[in-house]
């Protein structure tokens, strides 16, 4: 099985699964956990394929869901789940796995569905005089508008970022989807045939957040770094995951859905699976053990680390865990927001392709200063359709 993680916590507790696995399974005497980056998944796992030996299992993000399903990469799972004693099958969101569905085939189950929320440094609001997100919260007026207004009046009083979005740098585009879904915005169309990113829609949310970076200077300019986790900006908007960052936190912290816009409060939903690879070379058993995985009792144990879609596990006490960061109150509005509201990451057939073209043509023409969006739009979209 190929992950993506090398925590010895997260290690651990696979291992520890994989193990009581082998117990129950007697035909299988040996699971190995190969840990790579992210960035190196889509490399490693068509190389491996390419040469016949490929992993039995592998994480999967969602932006690559629908890629892999296309070109044949990944078994159905659904079968072997419904037949599964106390799987319940039926206890896995619906909507929070679509993106892994083909009629009744299911191609990966959701391990990790987390959304981007905003955190803030409640200390540098109170220093500034500004409203915070709770406090434009509680007037019913959380909306990217008004955080734009109390991060500028932030960084105009104390002369740092009032917002800088976690791992973006202005090389990963999924980070402003939080900001594009509330204003019914994406870079394609949900089939992802055709390039969306010159809507009205697009360049009304884009519009913002370019003003807050050149027009505000509330935001980092290329280039420019600031670290909320250090105490460097107003807030930030991360996966809850991030939240362990937050442990030796010189401040206090408070953390929110991100603002709604024009198209409601929708909360942008990251997402990785685990899929069966359909050229394994132990695929019914590679299958078993991922109905094993993502049963309920071990759902149940992933999910102090990962967010899980079952729903009788959708609630803050499982998702606070053994964190000694989150809280219960923390976490609730999160949870009903991603259950109410809550979209996922989009994927597209040629997702590598199509997240290079629309990063690199949105650092050439959107992400400068002065730039006349409507036609760096249409540029955009030149760049990316070929892609679709």
Known sequence: MVMWTSNPAQLAAFRSIADEFMQQNHSVTKIDFQSITLDQLNTV???????GDPPDLSWLPVESSRQYIKAG?????APVLKST?????????PSLASRWKVGDALYGVPFSTGPLVMYYNKDLYAKAGVKSPADLIAENNWTWESFRQSSKQLTDKLSIPGYVLNDFDFKNWTRLLPLLYSYGASAWNDDATKCTADSPEFLKAISLFHDMVFTDKSSPVPGQQADFWGGQAGATTAFLGSSSLLKDAKFKFGMVPTPTGPAGDTQALGQSSIVTLAASKHKQAALQFLAFLTNKQNSAKLAQFYPPIRGSLLNPKTLVGTSTILTEDLVAPIVAAAKSTGKIFPSATDATGVADALNSSLDKYVY??????????????????PHL
Not at 85 to 93: I, K, P, R, S
């Open 45 to 51: 796992l068509t190389t491996q394929i390419q040469a």
């Open 73 to 77: 990469a990944l078994a159905d799972a």
């Open 85 to 93: 004693d106390g799987y319940d099958y039926d206890d896995l969101t």
């Open 368 to 385: 400068v200063p002065n730039a006349d969006l409507p036609d760096a739009l249409k540029k955009v979209c030149a760049a990316v359709s």
